[in-house]
């Protein structure tokens, strides 16, 4: 609601946060509208005409406290770079992000209905975001666990290795094997994975020539009702369930509507949208193979660069503990979350490898003395 009393300086600096925030916003949906060509791009204009109306309640508010235009936080900036740089998957989940953290539930000088429309905006971002996210499912996720997998399995084996003392020469040619040992085993491991995967999941879907058959089934008996119960239905609602199906059949019995009814009602509720999310075998085994290899190499720079001991150690282990966090953050990105506890677990976890491994490379080459 608006203040009639002249604003204070705290509440002119969150008014003028706000409007940048809102216009940096309105300016990401447009920009994403103009990128698309579907359906997608009117929805993206309506939101920008949303919060162009945020904008103005703001400008209200400050009159002529607007002025200079006050400029987004460095946090906000950082956002939109990063998502216009890695694209409109990233766009979106950080659109989410940010629209879910709306603080305007918290604070009188904004609107219930703008409170609302920031809720509803998330929600509206996320429906946008599920297809992309469905698409690129299955070929992340085996980027994704190969690049971690890369990073924490190499440096871990290359820690381990030079603990005991051995020459940079030695630790180079171990890292580079354990590069191609698991990069190979891991493309292996998900071709086989994703092929496992659809293969139950081919086995799970409908016959698509099984509604042929209905109109020869005893009306009587009923066997059409089984269908239904098998998947999950009361008896109640599959007897009237199957005799929706009946009446359709019996409605059309030479025509193409009664067939296609049929197909729809047996078709339940599986989709083929299953197997674009789980990705393609060849594709799922080549990203795996890349992203590991590219995760495996990093501890390796510093002994590529002759680096050697516990330069190179210290090297490796900050280079690796980068990509862990930018791995990490992706992730929760792309899942409409708050990076740093991801990007931070990831952290926790790789080092965490890593120093067992060393610990014990120390103690045996100590042993081995």
Known sequence: MTSEHTPTREQIRRWRRYLAEERMEQATYRHLAARRKDGDSQVLNALADAEE?????????????????????????????????????????????????????????????????????????RGLTARSRQSLAGTFRAAVFGANDGLVSNLA???????????????LVTGISGLLAGALSMAAGEWVS??????????????????????????????????????????????????????????????????????????????????????????AAISSFIFFAAGAFIPLIPYIFAADGLLAVVIAAVLVGISLLLTGGMVGVLSGQDPMPRAFRQLAIGFGAAAVTYALGWLFGTTAL
């Open 194 to 283: 994703v092929s496992s995967q659809r293969e139950l999941l081919d086995a799970s879907r409908p016959d698509s020539q099984a509604h042929q058959s209905v109109p020869a089934l005893d009306v009587d008996a009923n066997e059409l009702a089984l269908v239904f119960r098998a998947r999950g239905e009361t008896p109640e609602d599959a007897a009237e369930h199957a005799h929706r199906v009946f009446q359709q059949v019996a409605a059309h019995p030479s025509g193409q509507s009664g067939p296609i009814a049929v197909r729809t009602a047996l078709s339940g509720n599986d989709s083929g949208g299953a197997g674009e999310e789980v990705g393609t075998p060849w594709r």
């Open 53 to 125: 109306r945020h904008e103005k309640h703001w400008l209200d508010l400050l009159g002529p406290h607007a002025y200079p235009e006050p400029r987004p936080s460095f946090r906000a900036r950082a956002r939109a770079f990063l998502a216009r740089m890695f694209g409109t998957i990233f766009v979106l989940a950080m659109a989410q992000r940010s629209e879910q953290r709306t603080a305007y539930d918290q604070d009188d000088d904004a609107t219930a209905q703008m409170a609302a429309d920031e809720h509803i905006h998330g929600e509206v971002i």
């Open 157 to 171: 084996l290359i820690l381990g290795i030079a603990a005991t003392g051995v020459s940079s020469r030695i630790v």
